[in-house]
């Protein structure tokens, strides 16, 4: 398909935490600046935003000409990408696919989410709005208490004990510490997760990832606008998009995470790389449970094996196959909206040697990975080291 | 840009209008069958739902996964555009995009909106999230307010009687009575538009387009997959999509609709048609103004015009260019998020020869215009006859 190349030209990091002090459209500018400064020959000939509920958490539509607007971009199309907690790599991957495509060559892709001027209950019925009002909704069930009902199922299924499913929220933690713009720069211990409240038993604090304001920003060339940027480039070899069986009670096997093992696949297959030339993952783990099951669908583990296998020393910075580099959805934080392109634009820094204290050595090929609902939609792309 | 040929291969519409015992899904749902069904043998290899406010009006979101799924088509990849108003239009610019790049053979676009099961007062705060939170909702402008001010400098800069005002809602009330899926389907004379209640000075009910349930489907596909649909084809020859500065009060000139005069300029030059060849325009009306300024800005009338050229006589049916064939968003409705896809899908119509009693004789080339905010985007497409 890809008539062009494409790369990531520059990528633009607000902090994920309390913004109070920010707006919606304060932080997307912010990250969007960042972006752009570092590659100001480039126009984007495109703005999207991914963002989830900006409607509810911020009483505020029409992102797309908001943020151009506001970058002075005012003309350019623009418009919003939407696929639940998946939306920033939906953003991306539209992005992506327009420039792979030749029909521009050049896009700013912005993810931006307000989660804290929400009240606790109003972020989980946010939330919630991933899955079905007729259905899901409309029995009560929220999205902490579906996925633990999955991690019950799992942990009953697979014999894992509650320190193995702890592994990666502690991985996690540790990777953040030096992570400037990580919610949560500190490490902790799979005692601290056992000790933490619990929430949809047998989920506790520390298996989800928390609420946060922020936005990141990433600007895509083609070929030609390429040699107008300054920075390093990152190229995109390879995404996917894949939907699944709308609710997880819908589909056979349950702890089959089938969208993500459809786009990494196909976005392995359309980079024409092997899994094992892969350095880095940055995963989508909204709960412990979901880190493991995308580990075990992407086949870097086994089947039961993914909580297991990050509690044996895999995943671990120092490893093989290191994963969320920066903290992930537990540590870095999981403004929703935005997470896919704070993955996006992690791995830029990873494979272009800008990731300072959390980089990897080495890090030629890493993959970003993002799921909206309980992998009902799952975006994968694979990055590599630019031309 | 195109490397294929884009077409529009069927349609499928739900009648807008108040749809209680149907969900956002069933209306979804409803009209992407009927596309389906008029190309049975076509694939859809994305599915790009247009809808501006599902999370306020029907506490969802994730509904590109939501429809995919529902129509049997789990594991295509899926995504919501959003746009405000012109989210159906973006929605259909993405796929045409995609798949005049080459990215893609097929796409299967649902606009769809479900506004009845709000009070109007919250419809009022639904729609006014198309303008900036941080400004124009604050100070309490609700979006009929706005377009209040816009008509009162309109017909203020260019002596616009209050008659020649309602000459397009009384063009969109005629054509709709023909028209099946329409909302309202009974022609109104100015003394109707007069006497109806005042919504924002000088703007009455009949100046306003109606709140309402409904969705629209279009199947696009490029020229590979176009051997596989059995009925009519239309060419989409052109399409662009233009921001403009976000609010009407930051422009220097608030009567001049710079993005329906750039989004148009745009369509027409990659449809390489000269203006002359149109004899069909789908135009956006959400305000009786908002038509008027419209029609300048495509230069269809002088700066002024507008309202007076439909008094006149301009623009009706049996005119030169009639517009709103099914009734525009006065009349056929203006279930927001959808509305660009019923006027892709009414063009459709049109040039295909299937507008039954609201065929235009010799349709053979077309336009649907789409505004989200107070033509803060825009987006025109530009519908040919197929080969």
Redesign the interface.
Known sequence: ?A?SKVYVASVGLTKVGDQWGK???DLAVEAARGAMKGAPRVKPQQVIVGN??S??G?????????V???LG????????????CS?GG?AF??AY??V????LDSALVVGVEKMRDLEPEEVS??L???????YT?FVGATFAALNGLLARYYMEQYDVSRDELSAIPVIDHANAVAAEHAQFRRAITPEVVNRSAMVADPLRLFDCAPVGDGSAAVLLVGEAAASGAKGRLAEVLGG???????SVY?RDDMLDF??TR?AFKGAMAQAGLSPKKLRFAEIHDAFSVVGALALEAMGFSKRGRGAKDASDGMYRAGSELPINTFGGLKARGHPVGATGVYQVAEAYLQVTGQAGKNQVPGADYGVAHNI??VD??SVVHVLGRGA
Chains 1, 2 share one sequence.
């Open positions: 398909m008539r707006s919606l459209l989830m509920f409607a509810v911020a009483s505020q539509e029409h992102l797309g000409a908001l151009a607007s506001a971009l005012a003309g350019t199309p623009a418009f919003k990408v939407e696929s639940a939306s939906s991957h539209v696919s327009l792979g495509a030749g029909a019925e946010a919630a709005m991933a899955e079905s009002a007729e909704q996917r998009v894949a939907t699944g069986e709308f819908e089938a969208a459809e909206g609902g009902t939609t």
